[in-house]
């Protein structure tokens, strides 16, 4: 088996975006359907935390 090239696993290929908090990625989740325009922090845990520089790797 292959080893994949992409970091973030998405067998569904879901829509991705980069937390503002901490620069992870992040797939869609069914809880923000109504709202995907607006998410922007992967977690409670990021939305809380002050800014930080975003990681580069």
Same mark, same amino acid.
């Given at each position: 088996?292959? %080893?994949? &090239?992409? =970091?973030?696993?998405?067998?569904?290929?879901? =829509?991705? &975006? !980069?937390?503002?908090?901490?620069?992870? =990625?992040?797939?869609?989740?069914?809880?923000?359907?109504?709202?995907? $325009?607006?998410?922007?922090?992967?977690? $409670?845990?990021? #939305?809380?935390?002050? &800014?930080? %520089?975003? #990681? !580069?790797?």
């Amino acid at each position: 088996m292959k %080893p994949q &090239k992409n =970091p973030l696993r998405n067998p569904h290929n879901l =829509p991705v &975006k !980069t937390c503002e908090a901490c620069g992870r =990625p992040y797939t869609w989740r069914r809880k923000w359907a109504l709202n995907w $325009d607006e998410v922007r922090y992967c977690s $409670d845990a990021c #939305r809380a935390a002050p &800014k930080k %520089p975003k #990681r !580069t790797t």
